[in-house]
């Protein structure tokens, strides 16, 4: 069973810098884009940042310039560096990734990680 589980959340001053990891598990036999998305209070998910299989990123306009999404194959991990955070960064951030296994391939969610970023 393919599991996302994501980690580095936590508290944080505005200016700050967070990264955060989104770890994949079981039996995966490719890992196709991977994206990151968040959802603040009161707010809709959005779109933060993706990663392409090639290592190929995009960003939302909010973070650009801010936001660093990364990977690693050989760990099977995607890592998203986050500086000069502000308070409306503030949200649960989630991994999302187009994963083959046992020659399916299928979309897949973490649970999350909370961000916070005070002012």
């Known amino acids: 069973q393919v599991q996302l589980v994501e980690s580095g959340g936590g508290l944080v001053q505005t200016g700050g810098s967070l990264r955060l990891s989104c770890a994949a598990s079981?039996?995966?036999?490719?890992?196709?884009?991977v994206d990151w998305y968040r959802q603040g209070p009161g707010k809709q998910r959005e779109l933060v940042a993706s990663?392409?299989?090639?290592?190929?990123?995009n960003y939302a306009d909010s973070v650009k310039g801010r936001f660093t999404i990364s990977r690693d194959n050989a760990k099977k991990t995607v890592y998203l560096q986050m500086n000069s955070l502000e308070p409306e960064d503030t949200a649960v951030y989630y991994c999302?990734?187009?994963?083959?296994?046992?020659?399916?391939?299928?979309?897949?969610w973490g649970q999350g990680t909370q961000v916070t970023v005070s002012s």
């Open positions: 079981g039996n995966i036999d490719q890992i196709f884009d």
């Open positions: 990663v392409t299989s090639f290592g190929r990123a």
């Open positions: 999302n990734a187009d994963i083959l296994t046992y020659g399916q391939r299928g979309d897949y």
